[in-house]
C-alpha cells in the first residue's frame, strides 16, 4: 500500500478576524495548488480515498486534487487536524482490514504532523529531519505485513517547485 | 550547503566477458538519463561539482549531466565506489573549509550507498528506509554549523519517472 501525505497550499495569515481554522487558500496558494494537481494527474497519481483535515485550507487543497481528476472518494477527518490525533488514527487505519496491497490513500493536512508521520513511518520516532513544503508531498510505501510503524519506505518527497 | 546525491542509470548486465566496473548504460538507461538531466536543468538546478564513481556506468550518468549543462566542473573519487569507504571521504569533504552555505555538490554513485548516506545524515545510522532508483536522485540540506551527521534534512527524493 502506498501512502501520500500531502500538505495543504499557501494560505491567509491568521487575524483577530479570521480564525485559524477558517484561513482559506490564497490566490497564489490556489494557482500554484491547482498547477500542482494537474501535473500530479499528468504523472498517473490515482487515489483511492482522500482524507483531509476539516480546516478551511486543507479542505480547499483536497477539493482540488478532487478537481483534478485525482480520486473520486473525499472524507474528513478531525484527527488530521494540526492538534489532531494522527498517530493512533492512522495506526487503527493501517490495520490490514481496511486495504489491500494496491491502496493508494491520501492524507491532506498539516506540518509538521505529516513529515512527523513519515518519520514514524521510516524510523518509529521523529526528529524534523523532511522538509515538507506547502503543496508538497511525501510518498510512503507500507509493508504488506506487519506492524508498518519503523518499517515503511519512502519513494518520494518533491516540494511544489519540482512539480510546476 | 545541499547535497544531491544521484544514482547512475540503468546499466547492462554483467557477464563472463563484462566486469562489473566496466559495464555501461543501455541505450535505454542513457535516453532515460538524458530526459532527467533535461528536466533538472529546465528546473534550475545548477552545481558547485559532480562528483562521481570511476565505475563506467556512473562516470556516463555524469557525463550526460555535464552535457546537460548541469555543472562545468567533474570530479572522479574511489571512495564513491560500491566497495568505497564514501563515510570517512564524505565526513572529511564536508567539512566547513570545503564549502560555502551556498555550495551545490552532487555525487553520483550505486545504492545501498547513496540512500544509506541520506541516512546517516538524517539520523546518525542507516536501515535501508529509502528507495532510490536507478537515475533517481536525493536532495540534503546541511546544516550551517556544527556535524551534519544526524543534523541534516532531506528536502527531495524523487525517482526518475516523475522527472519525465
Redesign the interface.
Known amino acids: 500500500m502506498e501512502l501520500y501525505l500531502i500538505r495543504h497550499g499557501i494560505a491567509e495569515e491568521q487575524t483577530s478576524s479570521i480564525k485559524d481554522e477558517e484561513r482559506s487558500l490564497t490566490k497564489e496558494g490556489r494557482q500554484k495548488t491547482e498547477k500542482v494537481a494537474q501535473r500530479l494527474q499528468k504523472?498517473g497519481l490515482q487515489f483511492d480515498l482522500i482524507v483531509t483535515s476539516p480546516l478551511v485550507r486543507a479542505r480547499q487543497t483536497a477539493e482540488i486534487l478532487i478537481a483534478a481528476g485525482l480520486s473520486s472518494q473525499l472524507e474528513e477527518s478531525a484527527h488530521l487536524t494540526p492538534d489532531g490525533d494522527i498517530s493512533s488514527w492512522l495506526i487503527d487505519w493501517l490495520k490490514p482490514k481496511n486495504y489491500s496491497p494496491n491502496t493508494q490513500l491520501a492524507l491532506v493536512g498539516h506540518e509538521p504532523c505529516l513529515s512527523n508521520w513519515a518519520e514514524i513511518l521510516?524510523?518509529g520516532e521523529a526528529?524534523?529531519?523532511?522538509?515538507l513544503k506547502k503543496a508538497g508531498m511525501i510518498g510512503v510505501?507500507l509493508p504488506e505485513t506487519g506492524s508498518p510503524v519503523g518499517h515503511?519506505?519512502?519513494?518520494?518527497?518533491?516540494?511544489p517547485?519540482?512539480l510546476l
Chains 1, 2 share one sequence.
Open positions: 504523472l521510516l524510523w526528529k524534523g529531519s523532511f522538509v510505501k515503511s519506505q519512502m519513494f518520494w518527497l518533491t516540494p517547485k519540482y
